[in-house]
């Protein structure tokens, strides 16, 4: 046994081991970085100077703080691509850091937007409640982990409380503008839409971004809850309509989606889309950006974080409720009625899915 556990095979696989059980080490980190704001702190309008953890500790907690604690958590980011090392020669082999452009995510921009807001609002409390029950997802999963620790399903829950709705809001900013730059690069199936719908829409920035680059699209209906389109700004050729999407549907000439039928069971995607069906005139179609997980299991990076999305969904949002393959996806379309089915990919995480009534 003592030869078997000294062997090459039995060496990585205890270290994999240990990786594995402290990987939460990893996100509260990074949480812990989002909460001192350091991101902001090393690029200061572009320069990103390498800084020690003394230097970055005096511009985020000018009252003082533990630099070398600063620098433990800077060191483990560093191994996960989030910021660079610089170790310097003349100062005495002292550590700096910069930002990779991982860690340039996390900076707020002109528009106040960034990744951050959606890393806090990952790691709030109730949030936090759920995940040490993701076991019970697979003892009874007519209930999720986040209901269990909460007593509330998840979207209900947030719009209770002023605080989380607004972090909810920013967090859909900040992640969907850099997609829908991208998408908007590429994409032209927006051409000859007049009245576009986008349902569960939030803050209604993926319509302002499509109004912008389309002028054809005279008209933009952002329809989301209604304490989540109550607190969402005023945008030129937007209306916010509030509303339940399990009920009904605006109508358009199109109908656009952003990380919405993830969430829910295959029934309540059949019913969503039933009801953009309904919405819908004949030759429309609806446009969905969903995380599309593949078919394989494979160790990449774009697989790790899809199927880690996955199991987000099932524990804070539906225990029923998955990233599905671009076959699922195309299934249930065919079962809510729709007739033709396109995927386009201009991003590794979200695919664009087009259903044709
Ligand atoms: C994951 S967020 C996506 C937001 C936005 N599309 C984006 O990608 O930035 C899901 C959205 O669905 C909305 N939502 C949840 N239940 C809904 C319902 N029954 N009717 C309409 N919208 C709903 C939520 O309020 C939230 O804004």
Not at 8 to 37: C, H
Not at 192 to 221: A, Q
Not at 325 to 348: I, K, N
């Amino acid at each position: 046994m003592a030869e078997r556990e000294a062997s090459e095979s039995r060496k990585q696989a205890r270290l994999a081991i240990y990786e594995l059980a402290n990987m939460i080490s990893v996100p509260m980190s990074l949480n812990a970085i989002v909460r001192l704001n350091v991101a902001d702190a090393i690029w200061q309008s572009g320069s990103n100077t390498p800084l020690s953890a003394s230097e970055i500790l005096a511009r985020i907690l000018p009252s003082g703080g533990d630099a070398e604690n600063l620098q433990r958590i800077l060191r483990l980011l560093t191994t996960y691509g989030v910021f660079a090392e610089h170790i310097t020669v003349d100062d005495g082999g002292q550590r700096k850091y910069s930002l990779t452009e991982i860690g340039k995510t996390l900076v707020t921009d002109e528009d106040g937007l960034s990744y951050a807001p959606y890393v806090l609002q990952h790691h709030q409390d109730a949030l936090m409640r759920a995940w040490p029950l993701v076991h019970e997802a697979v003892v009874d999963s007519t209930e999720e982990p986040f209901v269990k620790a909460n007593g509330e399903a998840a979207y209900s829950y947030y719009v209770k409380d002023p605080e989380m709705n607004e972090l909810m809001l920013k967090a859909m900013s900040g992640v969907s503008v850099p997609f829908m730059k991208a998408v908007l690069e590429g994409y032209d199936g927006f051409e000859g839409v007049e009245r576009l719908v986008d349902v569960g829409g939030s803050g209604g920035d993926c319509l302002r971004m499509i109004l912008g680059k389309h002028p054809h699209v005279r008209e933009g209906i952002n329809f989301d809850l209604p304490e989540v389109v109550a607190k969402a700004p005023v945008i030129p050729g937007v209306t916010h309509v509030g509303g339940d999407m399990f009920k009904s549907i605006p109508q358009g000439d199109a109908i656009f989606m952003k990380w919405i039928l993830t969430t829910w069971t295959d029934e309540e995607c059949k019913k969503i889309m039933e009801n953009c069906y309904k919405a819908l005139p004949e030759g429309g179609k609806l446009i969905a950006c969903e995380p599309v997980v593949p078919e394989e299991s494979d160790e990449s990076h774009r697989t790790r974080a899809l199927l880690e999305g996955d199991i987000f969904v099932m524990t804070i949002y539906r225990a029923k409720g998955k990233h599905r393959t671009e076959d699922q996806f195309r299934r249930l379309a065919l079962s809510a009625g729709f007739t033709r089915f396109r995927s386009f990919h201009f991003d590794y995480f979200y695919t664009l899915l087009e259903f044709h009534k």
